[in-house]
């Protein structure tokens, strides 16, 4: 695609005074070739990506306007009606630690364009640009932030000759990323339907449900490899409510001072919670979160539903809704960050009120939070890729694998030809399961469809003549 900013360059669109969901600028911040994406992530990467920092206007948790920013990224196609998806990424340690600072997690943003996705990929309140402290969890701002960057992507996409928006949007996070894409789904579909329709939605290994963990926190006396967590959504949340003047009113010392230093901004998320985990194992003999409340927050928390600390953090679940478009909750039953629980009630109490298509997948059952993103964003891909529909001209064209299947669409047995020895094909289904696998040892490979059901399937060939990611619609 052309390159409408170049490197360094930053143009302004401020006209008059700022309003909600205005585009205040573009940076260009580079981008990477369909070769080099694919030797970093892949086969499945179709295009190279160019990156873009927006700044955008947006309310804070007070309901003044600031300026926030994100990265935005696009396929580099030409002629291209795009769908848009939004990225919401995990927790960071730090303000620049952030998509359009080209770190927290702007990989998958990457990814997402390279399979064919103009890609927003905000940084949150109290991140990037924006001022003040992030109020963590928070899923009013999570998701108000996102929307005014939508808004902003649709602007810069109509505003550039050979691209427009193919009507189709898909929204995925990860982590806290998880909990913020769920809250965005809900609000689009709750007060934003006249202007976006949600395609399909892929929340992934996220805290849906805040208000059963913190209960957990505060009454059982297991450790917990991220203690830190539990002062940053206190003190995120604490931004948005205004429950406590103090955090002493909250936090004992010793715990109360590395805190506090990180809330002024004295160091970072990840310092603070290895010197909360060395004080807690000193103190109590293992990271056990509870430790660092004072002894009448831990009981209210435990046995006052409508103690103000209980009530903010229950406003912030969001589990409790029927997401009307087709959705997928990804998790890892072995995640030791984000209790996996978390999908299986979002599951259920979705279903129960009445969601069409809602269904939460193991990904990977023996992965923790960290393994569980490569087999959560890979099904999420494989999930939304039947719904994408992405009309475009490549601008970066390359030579195919020789392979090719017939017949297609096929009902029983299919066939591959053109193949070599040694070749290896990977069948997944739509929503990323791995339905087989077969080496080949010759130029024909038949693979029968026994267990199958009718769908979409994805045929990866590795070959010693290219690579190729073929679609298989099975009757």
């Known amino acids: 695609m052309k390159r409408f900013f170049p490197i360094y360059l930053t143009l302004f669109f401020i006209a008059g005074s700022l309003s909600a969901q205005n585009l205040v600028s573009v940076t260009y911040k580079g981008g990477r070739t369909k070769a080099q994406m694919v030797s970093q992530f892949g086969i499945f990467m179709q295009y190279g990506v160019d990156m873009y920092k927006f700044q955008y206007t947006t309310p804070d948790v007070h309901g003044q306007l600031d300026t926030a920013s994100g990265l935005f990224v696009l396929p580099r196609v030409e002629g291209a009606s795009l769908p848009l998806l939004v990225y919401q990424h995990g927790t960071v340690g730090s303000k ?50 996102a929307i005014d960057m939508l808004f902003a992507a649709r602007e810069f996409l109509e505003g550039n000759e050979g691209f427009e928006h193919n009507g189709r949007l898909f929204i995925t996070g990860y982590s806290q990323g998880g909990h913020a894409s769920a809250a965005l789904h809900r609000e689009l579909e709750a007060h934003y339907s006249d ?72 160091t970072g998320l990840w310092p603070l919670n ?40 229950a406003d912030n679940d969001v589990y409790d809704w029927a997401p009307q478009a087709p959705t997928r909750l990804y998790y890892c039953m072995a995640d030791e960050q984000v209790p996996y629980i978390n999908s299986i009630v979002a599951d259920s109490v979705m279903n129960a009120n009445g969601a069409p298509n809602v269904q939460a997948i193991d ?35 390359t030579a195919s694998a020789p392979a090719w299947l017939f017949p297609n669409p096929a009902s029983g047995v299919f066939w591959v030809d053109g193949l070599h020895a040694g070749d290896e094909l990977i069948l997944h289904a739509a929503d990323g399961q791995l339905m087989g696998r077969r080496r080949s040892s010759g130029e024909r490979v038949e693979w029968p469809l026994e267990g199958c059901a009718p769908g979409i399937y994805w045929l990866q060939v590795l070959g010693v003549k290219g690579a190729e990611v073929l679609k298989v619609v099975v009757e």
């Open 363 to 397: 990904a990977d059952p023996a992965a923790d939070h960290g393994g569980c993103v490569e087999p959560a964003v890979t099904r999420a891909i494989f999930f939304f890729g039947p719904l994408q529909s992405l009309v475009v001209g490549a601008k970066e064209v």
């Open 96 to 145: 620049t630690e952030v998509p359009s600072h080209l770190s927290g997690g702007y990989e998958l943003a990457m990814v997402y364009a390279a399979v064919g996705y103009a890609t927003v990929a905000p940084d949150f309140l109290g991140l990037g640009d924006a001022r003040g402290f992030h109020p963590y969890l928070h899923a009013a701002t999570e998701a108000s932030a």
């Open 195 to 266: 202007e976006w329709t949600v395609t399909a939605a892929a929340h992934m290994s996220g805290p849906y449900r805040l208000s059963g963990t913190i209960q957990e926190f505060a009454n059982n006396e297991e450790a917990y490899s991220v203690p830190a967590y539990v002062p940053n959504m206190i003190l995120g949340l604490n931004e948005a409510y205004q429950l406590y003047s103090d955090m002493s009113q909250v936090f004992k010392e010793p715990y109360l001072s590395p805190i506090e230093s990180y809330y002024n901004g004295q």
């Open 274 to 313: 290895q010197t909360l985990t060395n004080l807690l194992t000193a103190e109590a003999g293992a990271a056990i979160p509870k430790y660092m409340l004072q002894d009448s927050i831990r009981e209210a928390i435990a046995t006052n539903p409508n103690h103000p600390l209980n009530l903010a953090i």
